[in-house]
């Protein structure tokens, strides 16, 4: 939260730094509120499009791990973690994010739910995953994410993403419709990038 304290671990911190004298506001907000995280993603890619727009803007697609010890967050499973390096149990998460020269933003995101989660009815059941969730692989969610950001109008002259969607024809070919590739999966440093541009 940007108005706590840097290192500060304390939620009364937190509600200091806002002007309370007790915590019990900010703990019921986030802790007791009703909330649709998809709304509220709508909404900042409706603000990054109306304010923070640039026909110079970049999207950028990326994955990252959230290591975890136990099995019962949903999409845990042992896989590989660019966060950790490694294969390591953890939840991955797909994400996309717009940066211009007035400023970056992350616009949208994805929890990866992998064959086994999405195939296993009772594990889906208990960690209450919603029965619309099905399987996809991470360059089709990216390619998903995508689509809509692009039909929904936000300026973008380039969308970079790493070898794992850079290696999927499909999400290599999917931008074509507004965006010209211009070059795919080349090396930079140890890793590879794909760049779509006008």
């Not at 900010?26 to 993603?41: I, P, T, Y």
């Not at 950028?60 to 791990?65: F, L, Q």
């Not at 211009?100 to 949208?108: E, G, K, M, P, Y």
Request: proline share 4%.
């Amino acid at each position: 939260m940007a108005f706590c304290r840097e290192g500060s671990a304390r939620r009364v911190g937190c509600s200091e730094e806002a002007g309370l004298d007790h915590p019990y506001r900010l703990q019921s907000l986030l802790g007791r509120s009703s909330r649709s995280a998809d709304a509220l993603c709508d909404r900042v890619r409706r603000y990054v499009a109306d304010a923070l727009g640039d026909a110079d803007g970049v999207l950028v697609v990326d994955e990252t791990g959230f290591v975890k010890k136990g099995e019962h967050s949903v999409g845990v499973t042992r896989q590989y973690s660019g966060t950790a390096g490694r294969v390591e149990n953890c939840q991955v998460g797909v994400f996309a994010a717009y940066a211009s020269r007035f400023f970056h933003a992350l616009i949208d995101r994805r929890l990866y739910l992998p064959k086994g989660w999405a195939e296993n009815q009772a594990r889906r059941v208990n960690a209450c995953v919603p029965e619309d969730a099905a399987f996809a692989s991470k360059p089709a969610m990216a390619r998903e994410m995508v689509s809509r950001i692009l039909d929904e109008g936000i300026p973008c002259a380039f969308v970079l993403a790493d070898a794992v969607y850079g290696s999927d024809h499909k999400f290599r070919q999917s931008p074509v419709r507004l965006i010209e590739p211009i070059a795919c999966g080349f090396k930079i440093g140890a890793g590879s990038l794909a760049l779509w541009g006008k």
